[in-house]
């Protein structure tokens, strides 16, 4: 037979609790005092308001509890946690989906709070990722900005709608409405100007040579009402750039204990300033956690699902991973895919024989395993292969097998390389 790896864990002093928006249940589950090898609980209810939670702190101090498991509820799990932690009690996030109760069988908030502190104390289910406090920091804030982007952007899109909807073909002409002169194009028409040639004037640098396009584009019927909506959008777009600035301006405070891990990443092909923040802020520095790049990879859902049945291979998806970070690889891999490198190589590639979309999570696991690299070891530097790397060394393989097989044929034996002195 064969010998597992995993350790025999058995908590004796766990409690697990159930948590709601107002109220949790805790179950503390504790050697018995009369009966040897026998186990003892006890359920209590609290609210989440903070002076109860300090109560709660004291009663599981009094049990001398060495472990506190909850479910990921919400967000109504993390003052309850954080405040734990800061008592200096061990704490556990668990996925819901891992501690399901036995189906068929009563469920109430009591009996799922026994139920999870029995998984627990058996060891029979595995923590979540809770960064510590500084990376929460980071997080929450580098996430707030990614929001703030998306809202402006929606912003823009409006104000596009509402040029089409008065005939302004601007941004068929103009790539960016928001640049320079877009900018005076749209203030101009909001200050209630309408002659197409005055606004076509308006146009600075490279793109004066598309006054007569210009022209023709700014022709429609802009009314008073569009000025109206027009001003509200842009003052909109304004004040988010605004916010966006100041909430950069921020993470640059808090990334300044991170600088070296982000010029590490900055090196990765695609991976700019922005996105190496993101990154930190949403897998952390410390890989230990992770034991290798696959671990990572996976925890990510950017790694295939074994699904095997029956002596068959069905089909499975990646499953449903950390939305923020899926959005920060996207952008790294859509710039990485149109460079001349080996990523983008290997995007070119997988895309003709896989698809696209096979390709963008090959391509973020590719990215997601330099990144664990990378912050494994401070020293260590991106080196970028090349994009001839699959074509020389395919190359290379194929010339030699070739080569092996004629001669086995020639001479009827089996031919077995090895390395010159």
């Not at 502190?117 to 510590?132: D, F, I, Q, T, Y």
């Amino acid at each position: 037979m064969q010998e597992t790896t995993e350790p025999v864990e058995f908590v004796e002093r766990v409690a697990a609790i159930d948590i709601g928006k107002s109220g949790l249940v805790v179950c503390v589950r504790v050697p018995s005092e009369d009966k040897p090898g026998r186990r003892r609980q006890e359920v209590r209810e609290y609210t989440t308001l903070t002076a109860s939670l300090l109560a709660l702190a004291d009663w599981l101090r009094c049990q001398s509890v060495t472990l506190v498991a909850m479910e990921a509820t919400s967000d109504y799990w993390k003052p309850v946690y954080y405040l734990l932690e800061a008592e200096g009690f061990t704490c556990w996030l668990l996925n819901a989906k891992h501690v399901k109760n036995v189906p068929g069988r009563p469920k109430t908030d009591k009996l799922d709070a026994v139920w999870l502190a029995k998984v627990v104390e058996r060891g029979m289910c595995r923590p979540s990722l809770v960064h510590p406090k500084p990376i929460r920091q980071l997080r929450d804030l580098t996430r707030y900005r990614r929001s703030l982007v998306r809202e402006r952007t929606r912003e823009k899109q409006r104000v596009e709608k509402l040029l089409e909807d008065a005939q302004i073909k601007l941004s068929s002409v103009i790539s960016d409405v928001f640049g320079v002169s877009g900018r005076q194009m749209l203030q101009g028409l909001i200050d209630g100007q309408r002659d197409p040639k005055t606004l076509a004037a308006m146009a600075r640098g490279p793109m004066r040579s598309k006054i007569p396009v210009l022209q023709e584009a700014l022709t429609g019927h802009f009314t008073d009402e569009h000025g109206f909506l027009c001003q509200m959008m842009t003052d909109r777009v304004d004040d988010l750039t605004s916010r966006i600035e100041s909430v950069a301006r921020r993470i640059e405070g808090k990334i300044a204990l991170y600088a070296a891990a982000v010029a590490q990443l900055d090196e990765i092909i695609g991976v700019g300033a922005i996105a190496a923040q993101e990154l930190i802020a949403e897998i952390g520095i410390d890989m230990s956690r992770f034991p290798t790049a696959g671990h990572l990879v996976s925890w990510a859902k950017f790694a295939p699902i074994d699904n095997n049945s029956a002596g068959k291979k069905k089909g499975g998806s990646t499953g449903k991973g950390n939305p923020w970070l899926a959005a920060t690889l996207a952008e790294i891999v859509a710039v990485a895919s149109r460079s001349n490198t080996f990523l983008g190589e290997r995007y070119r590639r997988l895309s003709k024989r896989r698809g696209r979309k096979r390709a963008i999570v090959a391509l973020g696991n590719s990215v997601l395993t330099i990144v664990w690299h990378l912050l494994s070891d401070p020293d260590a530097r991106y080196h970028d292969l090349g994009s001839d790397f699959y074509q020389s060394r395919i190359a290379t393989q194929r010339r030699e097998r070739d080569i092996i097989r004629q001669l086995e044929r020639l001479t009827g034996k089996t031919v077995t390389l090895q390395p010159t002195a």
